[in-house]
């Protein structure tokens, strides 16, 4: 098991602008499905309700110390950090963190590997950032064009690397 980040960022960092995407390609979306469908996701309450429903065919996983969520088969909220990963621990499949960006940096130490899709955009307006050295620590593995003008690159933690 491991926990995968993935997301798509702008060239100035940017990855949300009134609580929703500032973008919209679908290249973009059909990997995001693709690649998670089956698997976990973690994601924080912004993210859940900018989604505004579970995301069929995988566990969503909502992070929040507060809200009040029904949970079903699809659906789990967990408290704190911790308990994600405790949880996990009983998966035998990979963890996706999906956002916002207080969960990417919650979970920045555990990170594996991510997934990084590259929006060749500047979002002016936009009100979520990541910091520009989420990546340190990482390296590319692999670079893939993804169509539309994405290129999603694929990083591994460094002490990861054999």
């Known amino acids: 098991m491991s926990i995968i980040a993935i997301i798509a960022i702008a060239k100035n960092f940017a990855i949300g602008k009134g609580g929703k995407l500032p973008w919209h390609y679908p290249a973009d979306l059909k990997f995001f499905k693709e690649t998670t469908t089956g698997h976990p996701i973690v994601m924080g309450l912004h993210t859940w309700n900018s989604i505004g429903r579970p995301l ?19 659906i789990k909220v967990s408290r704190s950090k911790e308990d994600v990963l405790e949880f996990a621990k009983t998966l035998d499949k990979d963890v996706f963190i999906i956002g916002g960006a207080k969960v990417f940096e919650t979970f920045a ?4 590997k991510w997934l990084v899709t590259e929006v060749p955009e500047t979002v002016e307006g936009a009100d979520t950032f990541m910091p520009m050295n989420f990546l340190d620590g990482f390296e590319i593995q692999e670079t893939k064009d993804l169509g539309e003008k994405l290129k999603l690159n694929i990083l591994l933690r460094k002490q990861l690397l054999v």
């Not at 110390?65 to 949970?71: C, G, L, S, V, W």
């Not at 130490?109 to 594996?112: E, G, M, Q, R, S």
């Open 56 to 74: 069929p065919n995988r566990l969503n996983m909502i992070l929040s110390r507060t809200a009040e969520i029904t949970e079903s088969d699809n």
């Open 109 to 112: 130490d555990v990170i594996d």
